[in-house]
């Protein structure tokens, strides 16, 4: 089976950093990925991680551990706009797209 | 590019009616999928196909049906539709290229059946 943990909500400053958490128990693991979601929108693709280590795209970062099962999304610079839901999902085996898993959601609230 | 687009954006329902929510990507993606999410819980997969004349059950199949004459269009069906179904649903497309998977979401329907 698959089970996906990630915290309900976070608050976090404008300007500031703030890493969001995810692990993961599957029975398979391919890569993981990472979700923006804001109210009432789609989810919008942030990042995908197949290997360890820390992959970084302009303010967000994304790190994985496969052996720890063990995902964090790293946001810089927090801006007003960041206030969303991040996603955590995991995809399980190569090819295709229809056995991944998605965790519940962070809600993220950055505050002036 | 227009992506995934999906119509309607919204719908009220009554019970044990019916009606087709339609989903279309331009990107020539084989791979495309319904979800639905509700309140505090995480996407769940209903259909998903990968490609054109081949679809095959999700997560959360029952209540839904799924046709995929061509790559472009995936209309997902609701034939009696339930209480239970008032949720949000995403068409989404995939496409993976060498290691890098990445995929895209339509804007959702918001489905309300009372």
Known sequence: GQNIDQ?????????????????????????????????GEAPTFLSYNVLDGLEEKGRFSSFLSRSKGYSYL??????????????CAVSPNPGGYQ?????????????? | NAGVTQTPKFRILKIGQSMTLQCTQDMNHNYMYWYRQDPGMGLKLIYYSVGAGITDKGEVPNGYNVSRSTTEDFPLRLELAAPSQTSVYFCAS??????QETQYFGPGTRLLVL
């Open chain 1, 74 to 87: 790293l946001l810089k610079e927090l801006q007003m706009k960041d206030s969303a839901s991040y996603l």
């Open chain 2, 94 to 99: 995939f496409i993976e290229a060498g290691n």
């Open chain 1, 7 to 39: 915290p309900t909500e976070m608050t976090a400053t404008e300007g500031a950093i703030v890493q969001i958490n995810c692990t993961y128990q599957t029975s398979g693991f391919n890569g993981l990925f990472w979700y923006q979601q804001h109210a």
């Open chain 1, 99 to 112: 056995k991944v898993t998605f965790g519940i959601g962070t809600k993220l609230q950055v505050i002036p």
